[in-house]
Each structure stands twice: as C-alpha cells, then as structure tokens.
C-alpha cells in the first residue's frame, strides 16, 4: 500500500538559516506526484511545490527546493533563508496516478510543525 | 474565481444529529475529495469523487454519505453524529489535466460533537 512518513513531528530553525523538512515515500507506481502543502495557524492548506516522479530536475519554487531522491523514494523539502512567517505545519502527499488505478486520490503524511525563531 | 468554498466554518453537533458540510467549487473540477484532519495524523480521505454521479470511499467512510449530482457541489452527510467524528474537515477539488496540476482546499470546518 502506498504511504507517506514524515519522522519529525516537530523542527526549529533560526530565522534566516535553512532547514529541511524529511519526506519518505512508498509505491510500486512507476508514475505519481509528490507534493508539500503548508498549513498556518489560520488553518489553510497552501500549495508550495511540486515534482513529478520523471522529472530529473529537483522542483524549486522561490526559497522552496524539493530534494527528490528516487531511489531513496524520498522527497525532502528545503527551506532556504527561513522567515518567521514559515512557522507552520508542513504535510507531504503523494497523488497515485489515476490511468493505473481508475482513482485520483491523494495520500497525506501527518506533517511536521516547523518553528523559526528570531 | 471562488475557488474553493465550504461551509459552515464551524459547527457543534449533539451526538445523534445529523448534518450537511457544503462544498462548492467554480474551477469545473472532475475531482473532488472530502479529508478530515485530526491532531498528529495529517489528513485522512473520506470520500471523493471523479465526476458528477460517481463516488467512492476512502480510508474513513464510515459515518459519512456523499453524493455528487453536478460538477460544481459535493456534500458531505453526517448520518448520526458520534462524538468521533470532532475534527476540522477540508474539501479539496483536482484536475486531472497532468502535470502539477494540485488539489485545491477549502478553508475548512471546524466540527464539534458533544
């Protein structure tokens, strides 16, 4: 069965400096699409970054980088240069691919709260 | 575009009520899904659905009905509210165009049961 695990419940950083938040995945799927979504206190999900498990280059939107290891299956998210505004809870998810399965559905991690201290 | 809209935001049930969760989105989604949240176990798929008059059950269907009968809406049925079912619940709409495309959530809601 497929299943996401992110090992860290909770991560500190000091402001400015960059972290990684770990990811690890598992699937027998040749093709699927891995995700980091970030939740703030005020409770929405905000899509960060994406990478498709055929792209050879590693995602990156903004200070946000996908470290994406396939032969590992792992899909590590770094935060470069942190703010106090990415205090948050950040969730990995994978998307099975849905010509194999005849669904579309998304499988979350349990997340990892990240605190940046000033 | 709207996006994604849910409601109500927050909601306190007695054990035994029933209720509806409203979910709506403008961007013509096939895809729509229904996720509750619980504290240290990230998101858990209740029900979705691939296109109006098709559903299916997720990890956590128990307890809960869902119908589809246009693109746009899909409700979220609490039979028989047990004090389980406290949770934030998010709807989430896709497109299978490939590529990034990604889920887009509502804001949530917040459901108590006493």
Redesign the interface.
Known sequence: AQK?T?TQ?GMFVQEKEAVTLDCTYDTSDQSY?L?W?KQPSS???I?LI?Q?SYDEQNATEGRYSLNFQKARKSANLVISASQLGDSAMY?C?MREP?FTSG?????????TRLKVLA | NAGVTQTPKFQVLKTGQSMTLQCAQDMNHEYMSWYRQDPGMGLRLIHYSVGAGITDQGEVPNGYNVSRSTTEDFPLRLLSAAPSQTSVYFCASSSDRGGQETQYFGPGTRLLVL
Do not use: H, R, S
């Open positions: 996401i992110q419940p699409g995700f979504y409770g929405e999900m899509f994406y498709g969730f998810a849905p669904t579309y559905k998304y499988i979350f991690g349990t997340g």
